[in-house]
């Protein structure tokens, strides 16, 4: 079995929206107001900045 998740920007701040949820109920916030931000590892300073992200699992399991 083949197995492919693909999370979007969008979805991260979904999921993280809800996990703040879930820990302090119900907060005024507006989804604008969760800013995703990348630290690269390929720049000199490995500053925190914002980015588009993407997350993926990609993975095959089980028999042949």
Do not use: Y
Not at 7 to 36: H, N, P
Request: no cysteine; charged share 35%.
């Amino acid at each position: 079995m083949k197995l492919h998740i693909e999370l979007t920007e969008k979805d991260l701040t979904r999921l993280v929206r809800d996990e703040i949820e879930r820990r302090l109920g119900e907060v005024m916030f507006k989804d604008t107001d969760i800013i995703i931000e990348v630290k690269s590892k390929q720049n000199f300073k490995s500053e925190w900045e914002p980015a588009a992200f993407r997350a993926t699992l990609s993975t095959s399991q089980g028999g042949a």
